[in-house]
């Protein structure tokens, strides 16, 4: 894989597969950011798959424990099991991040110091979009689950009220094995967002550098 991921001057050459594409190291609107971001994330998918699929499993897991706590056991656990959640989030991203730079998919690019408040507004701008989309996408894929956990929600509700469950003996395992299933998916949906960010980090790095250049000139 190094030999496929190639530095030059002013552009870099990103590798996946038999699929190439050449990404030019220079600086992008928050526009091209999220346009190149995505259509490197989906052009590459497979390879980024298979180096990251078994993370997944784990992030999966943590999901469904989250979804859970709340749906099976009790509604007052809907604290804990939101900041499991989040937690979950963070450590599949930061695994999955790893994971593509150890097989040299994301080289690193070194910022210098203070530059992410130099570019905060670029910054916020493509995180606030892509959180956008990553909650519509997240939505598509969690309806079985909404479907589920409103049908136990209810079960419950009758229950106290004297009600028969109406719910199949198997439901718990059932409703993990749901959540689990979509976990795996919502995996890869929180995963857009690495490139979109990755391009954010190369523009942040091309813009500094033009501007150390042009200050060197003038001096």
């Known amino acids: 894989m190094p030999k496929n991921v190639i530095f030059a001057r002013e552009k870099m050459i990103f590798a996946m597969d038999t699929e190439k594409k050449e990404i030019e190291m220079k600086v992008r609107s928050s526009q091209a950011c999220i346009r190149d971001g995505y259509q490197l994330y989906s052009a590459n998918f497979r390879k980024i798959f298979r180096a990251t699929w078994w993370l997944a499993i784990g992030f999966a897991l943590l999901a469904a424990v989250a979804q859970a706590l709340p749906v099976l056991i009790s509604p007052t656990l809907l604290l ?4 499991l959640a989040i ?3 963070g450590l599949w991203l930061a695994a999955a991040k790893w994971r593509l730079k150890k097989l040299q998919m994301l080289p690193p690019v070194t910022l210098r110091y203070g530059s992410w408040l130099a570019h905060v507004g670029k910054l916020l701008l493509v995180s606030i979009v892509c959180l956008v989309i990553v909650a519509a996408l997240a939505l598509l894929t969690t309806l079985p689950t909404v479907i589920l956990i409103t049908a136990n929600w209810q079960s419950q509700v009758g229950m106290l009220y004297g009600d028969p469950s109406g719910m199949p003996e198997n439901v718990k395992w059932l409703s ?3 959540f689990a299933i979509a976990g795996f998916i919502q995996a890869y949906v929180w995963l857009t967002m690495v490139l979109p960010m990755y391009l954010v980090k190369i523009s942040m790095y091309m813009q500094d550098k033009e501007k150390e250049e042009f200050n060197k000139k003038t001096i």
């Open 80 to 83: 804990p099991a939101s900041i």
């Open 87 to 89: 937690v979950a989030v």
């Open 176 to 178: 993990i094995a749901v």
